[in-house]
Nanobody, 126 residues
Framework: QVQLVDSGGGLVQAGGSLRLSCAAS????????VGWFRRAPGKERQFVAA????????YYADSVKGRFAISRDNAKDTLYLQMNSLKPEDTAVYYC???????????????????WGKGTLVTVSS
C-alpha cells in the first residue's frame, strides 16, 4: 500500500503563492487517482482538486478553479498543488490523498479515500 508525505505549507500574504508537494512511497503512484483536500478551522474537510492516475483528467472545486493547479510526476511518485492568488479563506490544513477509485478522490468530503498524508498547514494573512 502507498504511504503519502505532504509538505510545502507555510505562512503567505493574500495574493501570494505556495506549492504543496506529496511524496509517495511503498507503491507506484501512477496506480492511484490522487487528490488534495483541506480542513479549515471549525469546518468539515472539503475537496480541493483531484487528478486521474494517468494525469489526463483534473477536477477542481469551484472555489479554487482558475487559482490552483494540480499536477503529478509519476516518474518521481510525487503529487503537487500549485496555489496562486491565495485568499485568507484558503487557510486550512491541506491533505493529499490517493485511492484506486476516482469517485473516492472527487467525493466532496473524501470519506471513502483509503490513503492520506498527515497534512500541511497553509495560513494566508490579509
Amino acid at each position: 500500500q502507498v504511504q503519502l508525505v505532504d509538505s510545502g505549507g507555510g505562512l503567505v500574504q493574500a495574493g501570494g503563492s505556495l506549492r504543496l508537494s506529496c511524496a509517495a512511497s511503498g507503491d507506484t503512484l501512477s496506480r492511484y487517482n490522487v487528490g488534495w483536500f483541506r480542513r479549515a478551522p471549525g469546518k468539515e474537510r472539503q475537496f480541493v482538486a483531484a487528478m486521474s492516475g494517468s494525469g489526463n483528467s483534473a477536477y477542481y472545486a469551484d472555489s479554487v478553479k482558475g487559482r490552483f493547479a494540480i499536477s503529478r510526476d509519476n516518474a518521481k511518485d510525487t503529487l503537487y498543488l500549485q496555489m496562486n492568488s491565495l485568499k485568507p479563506e484558503d487557510t486550512a490544513v491541506y491533505y493529499c490523498a490517493a485511492d484506486r477509485s476516482i469517485a473516492a478522490v472527487t467525493d466532496p468530503g473524501g470519506s471513502q479515500i483509503n490513503y492520506w498524508g498527515k497534512g500541511t498547514l497553509v495560513t494566508v494573512s490579509s
